[in-house]
């Protein structure tokens, strides 16, 4: 599929009272604590995350510390957080002036109207420091030539500290409005940068990418010393996309997926595309995740484990997800400059397919040590909602792969079952729609499944060496073979499936097999 990212940086700060959507559609405040609020409890906040752009009350805060991925964070109060920002503002105004011909007016006016403030801020310190050592002046010259202080002197010294408070209450309301003033104009130019983003992936056939060098995160404009950098419009060779279901297939190249000192053959169990070039995979083989740049064929990164890894799921541009079974993991990984490990969530079995979508992580759970379910977590790592499969009424053994179909508001999910040969569909609140047989015998081959850039499935068949497509959207019986059509039999040289991955933007399909470690790669032709 052909992206047009918009990768931006905004400032980190959260406004006292900003809108923020919720995932029913909803607008809501972001003053109460975040992970209380996940939890059905409505806590205030304290606290905010600079790097996880979250709320947090003071124990959620420290529990936030606590973590291995938190102990780096900057977890600040109010005061921190607004001194923060007045020491990048003027950086920041000058670098998303650079973004957007229609915002100049506006930034520059911003920045003045922030230089203004400031200035504002000094001249009332001078008054009341000049006012304050008046007074001590007065008072001092009093004390020392011994002058007997009467009732009126003394009134007239209380009106003037009466004076004198009133005065800093006046400035602290204008401070305080001031900030508020200035959360309102940040906020509402991170919106337009939202605004910008949106535009931009509708244009998604017009052959270029944009995207913000050198921050991604609107954390970079506060902590790197070049701010944002600058606005890049990369063009890219696209061609016009081709429907994988009426495309026709040429096998144009056999690439060696193995690397310099590996002993063993490669074993891909998973694979996803980043754009604009580059595919995740998943090397089961050789206990290892790679990162392989289409456009100049090269393994461009490489990250060792010390168990097996089975599944990998972009989450993004600069994340990603990798499932480690035998430790019962899900590793996060940034993809951003190479491939590092990130965080580590804990999961309750032997996890297996991973698949993203917008704000949620998939996992599925085999049924060894556990019974078979589906995680349900959040991009934090927060578990939000297991489903039991085994107590929905249908059997579940190895739910080796699972994706996700997000259509009209409402996303539905994909489980496929190495042992039982089944395709299960169901809710995200665990309720079974539909379930479609596989013709394949029992177990002969660990199925790989993805979902395509048009959002059909794409099925490995070892039995038929062949790569088969699945009409998620076909209406016919509660249990059905009706939806498979065959897409790549083994007349195009296809032997032993095991993952695949359709690259709209490249008109490519790639399928890693019993070839071990050559990947088989498609050209995909109108016909």
């Excluded at 607008?27 to 409890?41: F, L």
């Excluded at 001194?83 to 520059?108: F, P, Q």
């Amino acid at each position: 599929m052909s992206v047009y990212k918009v990768e931006y940086s905004t400032p980190a700060y959260p406004p006292q009272s900003a809108e923020k959507t919720t995932e029913d559609g909803r607008r809501g405040t972001t003053c109460e604590c975040e992970p209380c609020n996940h939890r059905q409890k409505l806590t205030r906040s304290q606290k905010y995350c600079y790097e996880c752009s979250e709320y947090l009350c003071d124990q959620c805060a420290s529990i936030h510390r606590s973590m291995k991925f938190g102990k780096r964070h900057s977890v600040l109060n109010s005061l921190q957080l607004r001194n923060k920002v007045k020491e990048d503002a003027d950086e920041l105004n000058r670098k998303i002036s650079n973004l957007i011909d229609g915002t100049n007016n506006y930034i520059k006016a911003s920045k003045d109207n922030y230089h203004e403030h400031i200035n504002e801020i000094r001249l009332y310190k001078e008054d009341i420091i000049r006012s304050l050592n008046q007074l001590e002046a007065k008072l001092t010259d009093n004390l020392n030539k011994d002058i007997q202080f009467d009732m009126g002197i003394l009134h007239k010294t209380r009106e003037k500290c009466v004076q004198i408070k009133s005065e800093i209450s006046d400035i602290n309301h204008k401070l305080q409005q001031k900030a508020k003033d200035d959360i309102k104009k940040y906020t509402e130019m991170h919106d337009t940068l939202r605004n910008l983003q949106k535009e931009t992936e509708k244009q998604q056939l017009h052959g270029f990418i944009y995207s913000l060098q050198k921050g991604d995160i609107y954390l970079d404009c506060l902590s790197e010393p070049n701010g944002l950098g600058e606005f890049k419009k990369i063009a890219i060779a696209m061609q016009t996309p081709v429907h994988i279901e009426k495309a026709r297939f040429q096998r144009i190249d056999d690439i060696n997926l193995s690397c310099d000192g590996e002993i063993t053959k490669c074993w891909i169990t998973g694979m996803d595309f980043v754009p604009p070039d580059s595919l995740l995979m998943a090397d089961c083989g050789n206990n290892s995740v790679k990162s392989f740049d289409i456009r100049q064929q090269t393994i461009n990164s490489y990250l060792q484990f010390q168990t097996l890894p089975w599944d990998i799921a972009a989450m993004g541009p600069n994340l990603a997800a990798v499932t480690l079974p035998d430790q019962q993991l899900i590793k996060l990984i940034s993809i951003r400059k190479g491939l590092k490990i990130c965080a580590n969530i804990k999961v309750d079995g032997y996890c297996q397919g991973v698949t993203a979508t917008k704000n949620r992580l998939l996992v599925s759970v085999e049924a060894r040590q556990t019974e078979a379910k589906i995680i349900i977590l959040d991009h934090f790592g927060g578990i939000l909602r297991e489903i039991k499969l085994q107590r929905l009424g249908c059997s579940f053994k190895y739910p080796k792969y699972i994706c996700a179909n997000h259509k009209q508001g409402e996303t539905m999910i994909y489980v496929r079952d190495g042992y039982y040969n089944r395709i299960t569909k169901l809710s995200m609140e665990g309720q079974i729609l539909q379930t479609w047989l596989e013709e394949t015998d029992q177990y002969s081959v660990i199925p790989g499944m993805s979902m395509s850039a048009n959002r059909m499935l794409l099925l490995c068949n070892k039995k038929l060496d062949s790569i088969q497509t699945m009409n998620v959207n076909a209406h016919s019986a509660n249990v059905s073979r009706d939806p498979f059509s065959e897409l790549i039999t083994d007349k195009y040289g296809l032997k032993g499936p095991a993952s695949v991955c359709h690259i709209h933007s490249h008109n490519l399909l790639c399928v890693c097999g019993e070839d071990y470690n050559q990947m088989a790669v498609y050209k995909l032709e109108i016909t």
